[in-house]
């Protein structure tokens, strides 16, 4: 069923977006994640043609070590540090910092590890190229990288599909298909100064200091195994925040202790817990706010 729903909704991003031709030629590598400062990226759900996200790269510097540091903004809600080194390698700084996201020269059938679980470090996230293809993006005929996400446990457990996501070399990410069945593809831009698709609807700024308390939806969600919780607070102070149970039974704590101002993002980890709904609770200097989310094994 789910392979039937992830053929659908890539059939239907190709349609919106991009038509598929066989054998492509290789661009350069940094040409698939076109990270010049000012560039915008807009999002809408294949299946239900709402807006799901904004990027919006705030700030481009290179380092004394040649790489190239990127700082983005997501709307709703989620700051992002990344890294891409002179092997064209890209890091996420604030999560599995070690490890590459993407290789952007990787070529098809090239996998790598991407990162190992916190609580059970034998399970591994790999990532493999599993096609190169020319498509149409926005009218022009690109070359496109698929890069697929799996958890890899140890024998006899098979592994866990968790995605797929659609490089585009001059246009970055343009489709991606995510476990639990979000489909978000690129329908509008400003790459370079150049703007495709769709008006950008306007993107607000994240204070690095936020005006008040607040608690983001975590994402990706449905998710499997590991997802990102996003809280901002505009003073120092105590913080907790917790996952219960539908019944109300405590599961996890994910902070328990003194918080600079600032925006913060821990991960909860769901290797040990079972597949359902549960509640996650921020309490800080009395504010309150809980959210749901959905464990999908």
Known sequence: MRHLLRKKLAGLAATLLFAGIANAQMPHPLSFYPYAQGNVWQ????????IVYRRYNDSVSIGADSNIYIHARYVPGQLRKERIDTSFFLFLTTFQPDYPRYK???DSGQSWIAGRDIILPEDTAI???SDVYQGFVFGVLTTIK???????FPPPQPPTWLGDEHLAS?????????E??????LSGAI???VHWGEPIVGVKEIPNKPAQFSLHQNYPN?????TRIQYFLPVSTDVSLRVYDILGREVAILVDGFVEAGVHETLLNGKELSSGVYFYRLEARGFVESKKLLLMK
């Not at 999002?43 to 709402?50: F, G, L, P, V």
């Not at 698929?146 to 890899?152: A, W």
């Not at 639990?180 to 593809?185: L, R």
């Not at 449905?222 to 590991?226: H, I, S």
């Open 127 to 129: 990532v493999t190229v």
């Open 146 to 152: 698929v890069f697929t996400f799996s958890i890899h």
């Open 191 to 193: 790459i370079d100064g």
């Open 222 to 226: 449905p998710f499997n195994l590991v």
């Open 180 to 185: 639990g069945g979000s489909a978000p593809y």
């Open 104 to 106: 952007l020269a990787a």
């Open 170 to 178: 001059g246009f970055g990410l343009v489709f991606a298909f995510i």
């Open 43 to 50: 999002y809408r759900d294949a299946s239900t043609q709402e």
